[in-house]
């Protein structure tokens, strides 16, 4: 079984700092690597995705991919309490589907 | 919002009896997840389509089965529930798959609750 691991959290940071979650993984065949945002009680939504190494950004985001480490990290600049959520990593598998992580909660207090 | 609906959202149901989930889409997509999500184990796929009567197993299958007979719909069965399948149900679609688009639409989720 292809394994897609999680610091499960909570990680709790102060508004306005920088959160930073990881997650590793161990088919080293994925290709493509994701990350959801979950909040309580509701569907998991797509924020990133990253396919080759290095740096991604897309507002406050920015997801890093490290092929060579099987690692991949998500980093949210000027953390909101409206980020505080469950953040789950999800990586290709060989077939059709994602595997996912079991997610880590973040805790932005204000 | 992707247009996935879920029915239904709700069930209690005793052991034994069997269940059937729907999932139904208007996107017109290809692909069709069902996942399961448990505090501890975090989302595990049971079955996926990847068109029309084309499906796969996942993980977690054991117990379930789906069928796929109309691009729009996907349904899961639990043949004989049992107290174990207490779970989250979620099921997602996908346009091209999980290569370079990846993005997985996801419904609201379906509660079961076997006693």
């Known amino acids: 079984q292809k394994e897609v691991e999680q610091n499960s959290g909570p990680l709790s940071v102060p508004e306005g700092a920088i959160a930073s979650l990881n997650c590793t993984y161990s088919d080293r065949g994925s290709q493509s690597f994701f990350w959801y945002r979950q909040y309580s009680g509701k569907s998991p939504e797509l924020i990133m995705s990253?396919?080759?190494?290095g740096d991604k950004e897309d507002g406050r985001f920015t997801a890093q991919l490290n092929k060579a480490s099987q690692y991949v990290s998500l980093l949210i600049r000027d953390s909101q309490p409206s980020d505080s959520a469950t953040y789950l990593c999800a990586v290709t598998n060989s077939g059709y589907a994602l595997n996912f992580g079991k997610g880590t909660s973040l805790l932005v207090t204000p | 919002d992707a247009g996935i609906t879920q029915s239904p959202r709700h069930k209690v149901t005793e052991t034994g009896t069997p269940v059937t989930l729907r999932c139904h889409q208007t996107?017109?997509?290809?692909?069709m997840y069902w996942y399961r999500q448990d505090p501890g184990h975090g989302l595990r796929l049971i079955h996926y389509s990847y068109g029309v009567k084309d499906t796969d197993k996942g993980e977690v299958s054991d117990g379930y089965s789906v069928s796929r007979s109309k691009t729009e719909d996907f349904l899961l069965t639990l043949e004989s529930a049992t107290s174990s399948q207490t779970s989250v149900y979620f099921c997602a679609i996908s346009e091209g798959g999980t290569g370079n688009s990846g993005e997985l639409f996801f419904g609201e989720g379906s509660r079961l609750t076997v006693l």
């Open positions: 990253i396919y080759s190494n």
């Open positions: 996107e017109n997509h290809r692909y």
